[in-house]
Nanobody, 120 residues
Framework: QVRLVESGGGLVQAGGSLTLSCAAS????????VDWFRQPPEKQRDWIAG???????NYTDSVKGRFSITRDSAKKTVYLQINRLKPEDTADYYC??????????????WGRGTQVTVSS
């Protein structure tokens, strides 16, 4: 069974940092493009950042300069580094990724999310 699992969320004070992880497991040959989304309480889920198969990164304007995406291909994991956290960063963070399976097929998956709470 293929899964994407986010981790690294938690409670942090404003100004602090967190690194979220999105790890692929199961019959996965590679984790390719990955997008990060976040959903604040009682609001919609919005795209915030992404990394392409070629490792090009893109960010929504509100997080540019504070968020950074990297990947560890060997671990089939993509990371989202969040610096200078603000209370408005409080949200559930989700990754959505494209994987190549061992049978050479491609598929897309959502993770179940990880919660980030920033106290002021």
């Amino acid at each position: 069974q293929v899964r994407l699992v986010e981790s690294g969320g938690g409670l942090v004070q404003a100004g602090g940092s967190l690194t979220l992880s999105c790890a692929a497991s199961g019959s996965v040959f590679s984790l390719n493009s990955v997008d990060w989304f976040r959903q604040p309480p009682e609001k919609q889920r919005d795209w915030i950042a992404g990394i392409t198969r070629e490792d090009r990164t893109n960010y929504t304007d509100s997080v540019k300069g504070r968020f950074s995406i990297t990947r560890d291909s060997a671990k089939k994991t993509v990371y989202l580094q969040i610096n200078r956290l603000k209370p408005e960063d409080t949200a559930d963070y989700y990754c959505h990724g494209e994987v190549t399976l061992w049978n050479n097929e491609s598929a897309n998956y959502w993770g179940r999310g990880t919660q980030v709470t920033v106290s002021s």
